[in-house]
């Protein structure tokens, strides 16, 4: 797969770019996409969440009210869960929703991702630049170019690149990673898919590595 290579400013440079077909070309697989969503999303949970029990409520242990003769249940303490401002049942507890995934299983989840966007015609490459000062304005004449204003953007680069990433920071569709950084949910949480022509090759030596 061949895709023309674009100036950041919209232009076209007159050379392309050859795309693996391992990587850009294979059969999806939704349910590796499935897991790794999902384990992103859970990893982001902080799982503080913590509601008190009946033990934990501030109170009074007096019997309310005498055993038997008032023609309604018996009761003994107000902490009990049937009464307004009691604990509460089998209630939330702090914990970890984090879980583990085989790395095979995430590199076909990203390969899948990113075959998805070559096919939905939703990747273009940019070739490789740098901005002399952090501008948001900068990034947003970059997006004028490309016509992706009202786009939800995602660009890859091989390596941190400080005034590109501050550039982008306040905007509210638009993100820029890092090729180590790439992750299956951005990539399809994304309308357009933006590398930087040098990403192309290192996200294939990421990827293909044996």
């Known amino acids: 797969m061949e895709l023309a290579v674009l100036k ?3 232009e ?3 050379r392309k770019v050859s795309l693996s077909a391992e990587i850009f070309g294979i059969e999806p ?3 590796a ?4 969503v999902k384990q992103f999303l859970a990893n982001q949970r902080q799982g503080t969440h913590k509601s008190k029990e009946r033990n934990e409520i501030a109170g009074s242990t ?3 009210k005498k055993q038997k003769g008032t023609g309604g249940a018996r009761a003994g303490s107000l902490k009990s869960p049937l009464f307004r401002g009691g604990g509460r049942v089998f209630g939330p507890k702090p914990r970890d929703y984090s879980f583990k995934l085989n790395k095979k299983l995430k590199v076909v989840a990203r390969k899948s991702a ?3 966007k070559a096919q939905e015609s939703s990747l273009s490459v940019i070739e490789d630049f740098a901005f002399d000062a952090p501008k948001t304005k900068s990034y947003i004449n970059l997006l004028n170019g490309l016509s992706l204003t009202d786009k939800k ?3 890859v680069l091989p390596e941190v690149n400080k005034n590109i990433y501050l550039s982008s920071r306040n905007l509210k569709n638009a993100k820029v990673v890092t090729v180590d950084d790439l992750n299956t949910y951005d990539v399809l949480n994304a309308d357009t898919l933006l590398l930087s022509e040098g990403s192309v090759s290192k996200l294939e030596t ?3 590595k044996k």
Do not use: P
């Open 62 to 64: 007096k019997k309310i």
């Open 114 to 116: 990113l075959t998805y």
């Open 33 to 36: 996409i499935y897991l790794d």
């Open 153 to 155: 953007t995602l660009f």
């Open 8 to 10: 950041h400013t919209g």
């Open 29 to 31: 697989n939704d349910h």
């Open 12 to 14: 076209d440079t007159g």
């Open 206 to 208: 990421l990827l293909l």
